[in-house]
């Protein structure tokens, strides 16, 4: 009998079993994964950073949350999956080079902040500021606020040198939710302010500072598939709520996605996804992605041909009953025609009496 525990997390109790044993039900299944991953969004869990030592979560052997988040920074990271991040949801192509800009910035308490990721594009000054959140996070204006301002006051030339023409640097925030609860988020700074009407003399100085939100809750699995970054095929594999589902995703993502995006879904599936996949199913997806996987296109193409001569074959056989049946129906309305007995027809046709008799009147 294989070793079974119950474990609660914030009063949610996560069951998991024996690997060695492929024969026992999987306890711990995907939408328990789910359950713990909303307990801890509603209170709030803030992922560390990487630069903090990592300890894993008490309800199994790694962190959900961390690699779960890890995941889309890598991704967001990467130049090339964030240029398709860009077409696929805001359907615009970069027509200048971007750069990583890696700073940090120095806050009044003397202590680092960091933003998710910052691009800049190269020899203008223009800046892309991503900010990834897998849970509500009412404190998110500020903390824009924060990097926007410390990104003009980084970039910003001596106040000797400025000149009329210079210009401030523009810097564009972008939201990216993954988070498995719903979140209505405005995506203005100035709908979070403090509310105030003066006259028309005296203005209320509000900002505008305006967010691109992307809210994974927008937008439907077959949508995300039909993209073409590895953040949105991530992004529909978060959709699923069962197991099942998840592995038909799984496959799904794997017949369209690039052969350097496959890495990135061979990390997901292997660092995020093990604990929760039932070992078997497990196994047959990471053929996949080793050795085995031209042996098992050879065996796929030769299922596809069989399948393929057996519907031929079906075919064929169909056409020859259909004109069969064709051919004795002809025969019993010529014989109709010249007047002979319905049981003689029926004895020539095979035809019943009650076939005939509906073949005449129609």
Not at 153 to 170: C, F, G, N, R, V
Request: with cysteine; glycine share 2%.
């Amino acid at each position: 009998m294989s070793l079974k525990k119950t474990i609660f997390v914030d009063n949610v109790s996560i069951f998991y079993y024996n690997q060695e044993r492929s024969d026992v039900m999987v306890l711990f299944t995907y939408t328990d994964y789910l359950r713990c991953k909303k307990a801890l969004e509603q209170q709030a869990f803030v992922v560390q950073e990487e630069s903090t030592p990592y300890t894993p979560m008490p309800y199994c052997s790694f962190s959900v949350y961390h690699r779960h988040d890890k995941l889309y920074r890598d991704l967001l990271n990467n130049k090339k999956e964030f240029t398709l991040f860009l077409q696929d949801f805001f359907c615009y192509s970069l027509s200048s080079t971007i750069v990583k800009y890696n700073r940090n910035f120095i806050t009044k308490d003397y202590s680092n902040t960091i933003s998710d990721i910052i691009f800049k594009l190269k020899d203008i000054p223009v800046y892309l500021l991503v900010e990834h959140q897998s849970y509500p996070d009412h404190s998110l204006p500020y903390r824009i606020y924060r990097y926007y301002s410390s990104i003009l006051e980084d970039s910003k030339p001596s106040e000797k040198s400025l000149t009329k023409a210079d210009k401030i640097p523009l810097v564009t925030p972008i939201i990216l939710y993954t988070g498995s609860s719903s979140w209505s988020f405005t995506p203005n700074i100035q709908d979070h302010q403090f509310k105030l009407t003066y006259n028309n003399r005296l203005k209320n100085g509000k900002l505008s500072l305006s967010y691109n939100f992307i809210n994974i809750h927008d937008f439907s699995k077959e949508e995300l598939l039909k993209m073409h970054s590895m953040i949105a095929f991530a992004m529909a594999i978060d959709k699923c709520e069962q197991v099942p589902e998840l592995i038909d995703t799984i496959y799904d993502v794997y017949y369209v996605c690039s052969n350097e995006q496959k890495e990135y879904l061979h990390r997901m599936l292997t660092y995020l996804l093990k604990p929760i996949i039932p070992k078997k199913l497990y196994e047959n997806l990471l053929k996949k992605f080793n050795n085995e996987e031209e042996t098992y296109m050879e065996e796929l193409i030769e299922r596809m041909k069989r399948d393929l001569e057996l519907r031929r074959i079906a075919a064929t056989k169909e056409g020859r009953q259909k004109g069969r049946q064709e051919g004795i129906m002809k025969t019993a309305i010529n014989m109709l025609k010249r007047n002979m007995p319905l049981e003689d027809i029926s004895d020539i046709t095979g035809l019943s009496i009650e076939e005939l008799r509906k073949l005449k009147t129609a």
